[in-house]
């Protein structure tokens, strides 16, 4: 079984080769590592940002790296992003296009994996000095929480090596 990101997607995907083992090492090198700076999880390289900026600036910036911000797809993955970050950050999910319709920079839709905080998603309660909460961060107590894309936080970016 070789596990690898659908580059049409970009999500992750499991495909099984019944492939000559030696074809299949030929094909797909197993010792994969990821660059300086960036951590390796499962099948893909993480990188948190020292700096803050807007989502789209973090997005921006993931881009120019060759990633993009990171789809948390399981527990697991979860569970590695909150062992290493130390305050809240943005990861990439979102409801831009319409609200209370959470999607991924992938495009896939929101699954029941969820770890939203208590209360969360609001937008806002509404309360205009919050503006509108498309944008979701991770809280360093592992919850998500919806907030202004506006707000200056670092942000975590994902790629496979």
């Known amino acids: ?23 299949m090492l030929a094909l797909f090198p197993l010792k994969k ?8 999880f499962s099948c893909s390289c ?11 600036e973090g997005r921006s ?3 120019d790296r060759g990633a993009d911000l990171v789809v948390i797809d399981s ?11 130390q305050k ?9 296009e ?14 029941f994996l969820t770890y939203w905080r208590t209360g969360q998603p609001d937008n806002g309660d509404g309360d205009p000095q919050w503006g509108e909460e498309d944008c979701v961060h991770i809280r360093t107590d592992s919850s998500w929480n919806d907030l202004s894309c506006g707000n200056s936080l670092p ?7």
């Not at 319409?98 to 699954?111: A, I, N, Q």
Request: with cysteine; hydrophobic share 35%.
């Open 75 to 85: 527990s697991e993955e979860q569970d590695f992003l909150v062992s290493f970050i």
């Open 98 to 111: 319409e609200e209370g319709r959470w999607k991924w920079v992938d495009g896939t839709p929101l699954s």
């Open 33 to 40: 590592t990821c660059a300086s700076g960036w951590r390796m």
């Open 88 to 96: 809240p950050t943005w990861i990439g999910l979102n409801d831009k």
């Open 46 to 56: 993480y990188f948190l940002s020292e700096k803050t900026g807007s989502w789209d």
């Open 1 to 23: 079984m070789i596990i690898h990101k659908n580059k049409e997607t970009e999500r992750k995907c499991v495909i099984i080769y019944l492939l000559n083992p030696s074809v």
């Open 155 to 161: 942000w975590v970016c994902e790629k496979l090596p």
């Open 61 to 63: 910036d993931c881009r």
